[in-house]
């Protein structure tokens, strides 16, 4: 059964198997406001917990990505590269940015459920 | 310290506004439709832009008043015609920008519409140069609407009657329901529009009137995107202290009259960059891939040579992509000069280009 956790840089990690689909949270789409850029890790690379993994730009700022666990990244996702639009239209679903084959499945246990983020999310934003 | 609100303040929170704070005001930075949506909309329909926080500068006087102003602007006021505007600028001895500005010959003297970020600082300058010799009004009771977009003149007429008439940068006095009125055929985002000083108390009255007419209310942010595409000069980014109107190709908007006689503040060197050149120039700057290059990012030549500065940068909605613009050596500014943006650690090619990167559409006759 696949779980979806989330960060406190509002990510969103979906975890089948050892495999790991990141995106971010319609909220964090809601606070940048219309994105018009977004740049991904190379396939192949290593990103560590934490570390910068992507770039989101709105047409107002420039916002890093972060990946909310490590491991290797093993595919982008180029429709949000071709139509950053789409990041706003559905960035909880068909707008992932990258999936990770994931080194330490115990990482997950650092991460938020569904309930804990949106408590989180209305609290930071308020 | 005291954050400051339009007479607006309540029409942009009933709309759903998100409010930044911008030079001590509480702006709305866009609405609920989002700065690409508004910035289209301004584009294809009418945008409604609360610029209350610019300032509004009434000089009164007359001919004494034109010869003193023509020593601080580059501008032949003396052949202005009544109620007619220029663009110019508020210059050190060095040529120097203090200011951007629009100034209109007005039937008691001149009216001149000042950044919000600069009018105080302005008006204490102006007041030292003109010896407190003419009365000086920064102006508090009147709101600033800008109307901007192809469906402005038929909306704002509607609610205005006769403003249609007005030409391109010339403007007069209308009645709004008994109210007076001062309307400029002008604006700052390559669209056909107009700018609307009106006393604070009416303002929210003939916003919602044109709103009724189907106008929509813009942010900041759009405001930017737009003036951006449209190659116009934000201060405090493309412009400043340390840029002269040269520098900033901005000389079309200095009198050739003038310049032949030299007899304002910065004329020295003015007339020096004119006749030996700039070493370095404000230039349009396109991206060749999607990537946005903003303000502060470093240029490179091809032989990897840093060679200037991105002023200006963002995604433009009309133009499908990122837009820039920033000041380069003089010998790589020349159209389609390939060029590298430092984005993020690396290096990205574009290219020089011509401004505007969204062809303007003012009226230049009235439409009778």
Known sequence: ?126 | MNIKKTSLYQLHQESNAKFVEFAGYQMPIQYSEGIVEEHKFTRNHSGIFDVSHMGQLFIYGGEDLIKDLEKIFPLDLKNLKLNHSKYSFLMDKDAGIHDDLIITKTNEGFLIILNAACKDNDFKILKELLEEKHKMVLDENRSLIAIQGPKSSQNLNDVVVGVKDLNFMSGNWFSFQDHKVYITRSGYTGEDGFEISIANDFVDKLTRELINKGSKLIGLGARDTLRLEAGLCLYGHDLDKDKTPVEANLKWAISKERISKGDFIGSDIIIKQLNNGVSKIRVGIKPEGRIIAREKTKIFNQSDVHIGEITSGTFGPSVNGPVAMGYIENEFSKKDTKVFLEVRGKKHPANICGLPFYKKSYVKGATK
């Open chain 1, 1 to 126: 059964m696949s779980e979806v956790k989330y960060s406190k840089e509002h990510e969103w990690i979906k975890l089948e198997g050892d495999v790991a689909t990141i995106g971010i949270t319609k909220h964090a789409t809601e606070m940048l406001g219309d994105i018009v850029f977004a740049e991904l890790p190379e396939k192949g690379s290593n990103v560590e917990k934490d570390g910068t993994a992507g770039v989101v730009e709105s047409t107002k700022a420039a916002s890093d990505v972060y990946t909310p666990v490590s491991g290797e990244v093993v595919e982008t996702n180029q429709e949000i590269i071709d139509d950053p639009s789409k990041i706003n239209q559905d960035p909880e679903d068909s707008a992932w940015f990258f999936k990770l084959k994931i080194k330490d499945q115990s990482e997950m246990d650092t991460l938020m459920n569904k309930d804990d983020y949106d408590k989180f999310a209305k609290e930071t934003s308020a």
